[in-house]
């Protein structure tokens, strides 16, 4: 599995961006997939994750501005970002994640070791 992310860029405080993951190589195999962001200074954390069953999670302060959702037809995962926060400027990635043990409770939960592919990632800068 290959993925690629898109949309980044600069914005102001205030604005939105969609950001884009596309997947390619044997995706029937990918139980969850996640956004994930990594702030300067900061350790990465998870924004949101999407089950293949339709399923969703968002990280509690994120809540109400994030929008996870997946276009199976194109083989796409997308973060829609409203009312963007300068606190929101990092790194965002996206993951697939595989295997019996790669259900949302783990990824959640932060579970260690299960398969996994990343993104190169892509910059979201907020401005105030």
């Known amino acids: 599995v290959q993925l690629v992310e898109s949309g980044g860029g600069l914005v102001q405080a205030g604005g939105s961006l969609r950001l884009s993951c596309a997947a390619s190589?044997?995706?029937?195999?990918?139980?969850?997939m996640g956004w994930y962001r990594q702030a300067p200074g900061k350790e990465r954390e998870l924004v949101a994750a999407?089950?293949?069953?339709?399923?969703?999670y968002y990280v509690d302060s994120l809540k109400g501005r994030f929008t996870i959702s997946r276009d199976n037809a194109k083989n796409t995962l997308y973060l829609q970002m409203n009312s963007l926060k300068p606190e929101d400027t990092a790194m965002y990635s996206c993951?697939?994640?595989?295997?019996?043990?790669?259900?949302?409770?783990?990824?959640?939960?932060?579970?260690?070791?299960?398969?996994?592919?990343w993104g190169q990632g892509t910059l979201v800068t907020v401005s105030s």
């Open positions: 190589g044997s995706i029937f195999s990918i139980n969850v």
């Open positions: 999407i089950s293949s069953g339709g399923r969703v």
């Open positions: 993951a697939a994640h595989f295997g019996y043990r790669a259900t949302l409770a783990a990824i959640q939960s932060g579970e260690k070791g299960l398969p996994e592919v």
